[in-house]
């Protein structure tokens, strides 16, 4: 079992570029497919970028492409999202997510943060 966190959320203006970490304790983080989820108030959750292992498949929702990156650091267990010309309607919490397998588009992960707030005023 593996327990993400997630930290880097904020208040920005619109334009602006942010960046959410996403660790967790076991080593084997670094092997799982891990995946950023997003949901707004009154709006249903939707994943907008995952990422596998090895060669690491990368997987964007049509709504970030071009403005949301994907990475992951090995050494340091630790996805990232980095998030640029933000908009307000990327106002949401953020979640981070990994389980063993990775899909395109993302399918069920059963290991989930508590999220971080993102929020973009115009």
């Known amino acids: 079992q593996v327990q993400p966190v997630e930290s880097g959320g904020g208040l920005v203006q619109a334009g602006a570029s942010l960046t959410l970490s996403c660790t967790a304790s076991r080593r084997t983080f670094s092997s799982y497919a891990t995946a950023w989820a997003r949901q707004a108030p009154g709006r249903e959750r939707e994943f907008v970028a995952a990422?596998?292992?090895?060669?690491?498949?990368?997987y964007y929702a049509d709504s970030v492409k071009g403005r949301f990156t994907i990475s992951r650091d090995t050494d340091k267990n630790t996805v990232y999202l980095h998030m640029s010309a933000l908009k307000s309607e990327d106002t949401a919490l953020y979640y981070c997510?990994?389980?063993?397998?990775?899909?395109?588009?993302?399918?069920?992960?059963?290991?989930w943060g508590r999220g971080t707030q993102v929020t973009v005023s115009s």
């Open positions: 997510a990994a389980d063993q397998i990775f899909t395109n588009p993302p399918g069920e992960y059963n290991y």
């Open positions: 990422i596998g292992w090895g060669p690491a498949p990368i």
